[in-house]
């Protein structure tokens, strides 16, 4: 620190980044731009010192130690309330004399006149938070009574009910905040405005933003006016201005502003000169290259001279996916696993980042016969997975290929990549760097495709072997785990073992079973041409043999109705809850992240699905209920293949039934590989908890599951003796893995520059929400979002709104009528089971979790893709 640590004031130009905890995130931010010679306004900082002087002064210390308790819980609504008094105590609290003095000496000393005051908080302006207007600042102050007066209102302000809230939704610690003051003086502005580094619309790095408009700049930051707009490239050349109506325009009035008519004459009035935009877009560059990171800048005018009076961090950016590739590679296009594949938002822990890299190094290995220790198309950003798909895209055929293809699981997706490529695919298109992968993959494609042949001849035998290898290479591995002592040892078998032979064990069941999806698509493509009605091939659809997770389910219920007639509660004693644990405890809510406790850990989520069905009405029989589709669907097919005969005649009759049984008797599999895959995972998840405990038992971690929050190369680098704090790196990575939990948007689509393609536009109509049909049927019933399916409470018959689904959801089908997803496609997890259980569902409805809400009653209609809302107000709480 440059600033002595007892001191109770300081001025701006002796404050350097360093001085974070004595001057706050905005002191610390003016004092170090002022040190990179940028134009800031001068003043000083009231220090965090003065604060708890203040608090000690008064009494408040237990106070605010209940308060910050309060926030722990979860968030009870008398928080806000109680947030109040406490601000209240801090506006009537007394300054003690000696603060009274060191404020005015410093005031004096900059000459008097107007000055700004304004709060500087210990977790504000940082790169995970901004805090942009939760706290007070002042402005037209004068004289020191003033100013006192200010200062202890932005104190106050650090127990803002808004600010409270907000700490909490970001999850920061809040035990040892405090607050600093700047006070800096008041620049009288001609004009003013904001500019961002980075546009905060669209994500791109190399685009800037300006906002600007007449007098201070509180209209423009409160969007009390309309401004003028410049998109500016990251060199300072427009690409586009907006001339605004702007109607008001904010001047001093006595000791604060107010807002006045602008007067019509200026009111379209251009508010900047070329000039001065290129001051400002360079400006901004030199802030950006100085923190390191794109920034939210307030600006003023004043005589001629342009001033900076803050800089933060644009916190709603979201992060660049790594590694960032060099400049000449041009432009790359990713696509979010997280999102696409899976159909969820969550994160993935570092261990869950580890353990993908590894088995996505064991597919290139399976595909290519090299070992390779990096994989460079796999990218990270946010705990979320990336795909460089740019590759795929230099050719322009190649665009809708693909889009199709994505389509399939998430036709949003399709969507967006095609609009991306029709305005911004010639940066793509057409450049080196093409497919070289892809010639190397002959061998396996032809292995897989033998074994895909051979299921297809004889599907029963091939099933049966598939299930019977992979069960026998997965014990033959854990059996080789076991023994396993030394770091290196662990981190090898993690990425070499699990990765390469577990990438195998992955693929083989999908060939095994693509010849049941293949018969799938051609079924329903002959039903729909030669039979005239798609709808005739739905009950063929349902109760589908062999699938392990409709399996589950049922077990589950028969577990359920076992414990009702029993008149016992569900319990891990249980001789049936342990036989379901030892079958499936290897699962998980979000099972492929090793860093997720496994059921066999925390068997919450089941105990609680077996207290639900236990509730459900004696009339409602799942197992019953699966019997009787199974059998509709024996009919259904007897039933097509009478009709085929006739319209087509007896040798096409023969094929059909050919490929019915086909489609029976392999695409059940399709859980399959995530089955087995689960059961890895869980393994590895036992190789990092043995090296926690060895870590633990080396005093380097607190408890086994930290490292779970740690990299491989962590681990390998503790053996060598230069891992450094691992204590306080596993605990900033929780922190940061639980922050990103709360992440409401990821991108479908993100590109090198920063661009950000969430897809997907809103439907006009309040009352009609339209996605796309992928399961067949109307249903009418009461809406329950469901955000996560631990702890969820879902009544039969009740409509299932959530974003997406995966294996771990299947049960809560059981008891819905109908289901509504945001993401996802025809072949996405949550519309195939839905298919395989009668149930109606629409998937891809834009902000379907919260356009809707509990209680209300809609209308699902699987046929064409429409949820009607046929009342708005949520009943049934």
């Known amino acids: 620190m440059s600033i002595d640590p007892h001191a109770l004031v300081a001025q701006l130009e002796s404050i350097s980044s360093a001085d974070l905890p004595l001057a706050g995130g905005k002191g610390a931010s003016l004092g170090a731009m002022l040190g990179a010679g940028l134009p800031v306004p001068e003043g000083f900082t009231v220090l965090t010192q003065a604060y708890r002087d203040f608090v000690a002064h008064n009494d408040l210390a237990e106070p605010v130690r209940q308060l910050v308790e309060d926030t722990r819980g979860d968030h009870p609504p008398t928080l806000a309330s109680a947030a109040q008094a406490l601000k209240e105590k801090f506006l009537a609290g007394t300054i003690p004399p000696h603060l009274i003095e060191a404020i005015t000496a410093a005031y004096a000393a900059m000459g008097g006149g107007l000055v700004v005051v304004r709060s500087s908080a210990t977790a504000e302006d940082l790169p995970g938070a901004s805090f942009a207007g939760q706290h007070d600042s002042f402005l037209n102050i004068e004289a020191p009574a003033a100013l006192c007066e200010a200062v202890r209102g932005c104190w106050a302000s650090l127990w803002n009910p808004r600010a409270v809230s907000y700490r909490k939704q970001a999850q920061l610690d809040t035990t040892e905040i405090s607050i600093a003051v700047v006070v800096q003086r008041m620049i009288d502005a001609e004009r003013a405005g904001v500019l961002f580094t980075a546009n905060p619309l669209d994500h791109r790095r190399d685009r800037m933003l300006l906002s600007a408009s007449f007098g201070l700049g509180e209209a423009v930051v409160g969007g009390d006016v309309s401004p003028d707009n410049w998109l500016l490239t990251s060199t300072g050349q427009v690409l586009d201005h907006h001339v605004s109506d702007k109607q008001v325009i904010t001047v001093r009035d006595g000791t604060g502003t107010v807002n006045r008519p602008m007067p019509p004459d200026q009111r379209r009035a251009v508010s900047l000169s070329a000039a001065e935009v290129a001051q400002l877009a360079e400006l901004g560059a030199r802030a950006q290259d100085y923190f390191g990171s794109p920034q939210d800048l307030e600006w003023a005018i004043a005589q001629g001279r342009i001033y900076l009076v803050q800089s933060r961090p644009i916190t709603s950016l979201f992060p660049l996916p790594e590694p960032v590739p060099p400049p000449d590679d041009g432009l790359r296009l990713y696509l979010c696993f997280n999102v696409h594949a899976q159909q969820m938002l969550e994160p993935f822990t570092p261990a869950g980042l580890d353990w993908w890299r590894a088995l996505v190094g064991g597919f290139a290995h399976a595909a290519t016969g090299r070992r390779e220790r990096e994989v460079p198309w796999l990218k990270e950003g ?30 949003i997706t399709g969507q967006a990549l095609l609009a991306y490529g029709q305005r911004e695919g010639s940066r793509i298109i057409g450049r080196k760097g093409g497919m070289g992968l892809w010639w190397r993959l002959g061998p396996l494609l032809l292995r897989l495709g033998w074994r895909g042949l051979m299921a297809a001849w004889n599907p029963q035998k091939a099933r049966r072997k598939m299930l019977e290898e992979t069960d026998a290479a997965i014990r033959q591995i854990e059996h080789e785990a076991r023994g396993l002592k030394t770091m290196r040892a662990r981190v090898d078998f993690i990425r070499n073992v699990l990765g390469r032979r577990g990438a195998i064990i992955w693929i083989v069941p999908v060939a095994v079973m693509n010849p049941g999806l293949m ?149 059940g599999l399709r859980e399959q590989p995530k089955f087995e895959g689960a059961r890895m995972i869980a393994l590895a998840r036992r190789i990092w908890l043995e090296a926690g ?89 009461r809406v329950r979002v469901i955000l996560h399916p631990a702890g969820a409470q879902l009544e039969t018959g009740e409509v299932l709104v959530c974003r997406g689904t995966d294996p771990a959801w299947t049960p809560l089908f059981l008891q819905a009528g109908a289901l509504v997803m945001e993401t996802g496609g025809a072949v996405s997890h949550g519309s195939i089971v839905a298919r395989e259980y009668g149930l109606p569902a629409v998937a891809g409805v834009q902000d379907a979790t919260t356009r809707l809400q509990n209680g209300q009653h809609v209308r699902v209609d699987g046929q064409s893709g429409q949820v009607i809302l046929l009342d708005r107000h949520a009943q049934g709480e």
Not at 384 to 411: G, N, V
Not at 604 to 614: G, I, K
């Open 382 to 411: 946010a705990g979320r997975l990336f795909a460089d798909i740019t590759p795929l895209l230099r050719k322009p055929a190649r665009w809708p290929q693909l889009a199709h293809a994505l389509s399939d699981k998430d036709p």
């Open 693 to 781: 405990a060895q870590l633990v038992a080396q005093a380097a971690l607190d408890a086994p599951e930290d490292a779970l929050f740690l990299r491989l190369d962590d681990l390998l680098a503790f053996e060598a003796g230069k891992a450094g704090d691992l204590r306080t790196k596993a605990a900033a990575a929780r922190s940061e893995y639980e922050r990103e939990k709360s992440r409401r948007a990821v991108p479908r689509l993100m590109t090198s520059d920063g661009e950000a393609i969430f897809g997907g536009t809103t439907s006009e109509s309040e009352a009609v929400l339209t996605g796309l049909p992928v399961s067949a049927g109307t249903y009418e019933g």
């Open 519 to 667: 018969a799938d698509a051609a079924l329903q493509r002959k039903v729909r041409e030669w039979l005239g009605d798609e709808a005739l091939f739905a009950p063929v659809q349902r109760a589908l043999p062999y699938n392990i997770t409709t399996e589950m389910g049922i077990t589950l219920w028969q577990l359920a109705r076992r414990l009702r007639a029993e008149g016992t509660s569900p319990s891990v004693e249980h001789p049936g809850v342990a036989a379901f644990l030892q079958r499936f405890g290897h699962r998980a809510l979000w099972e492929i992240d090793p860093g997720i406790a496994r059921w066999s850990e925390d068997p919450s989520y089941v105990l609680d699905l077996l207290r639900n069905y236990m509730t459900a009405p004696e009339d409602s029989d799942q197992e019953a209920q699966f019997t009787r589709q199974k059998a509709a669907a024996e009919a259904a097919m007897a039933n097509l293949v009478a009709q085929v005969q006739t319209a087509r005649g007896g040798l096409q009759a023969r094929i059909f039934a050919w490929q019915l049984r086909c489609y029976r008797e392999l695409a």
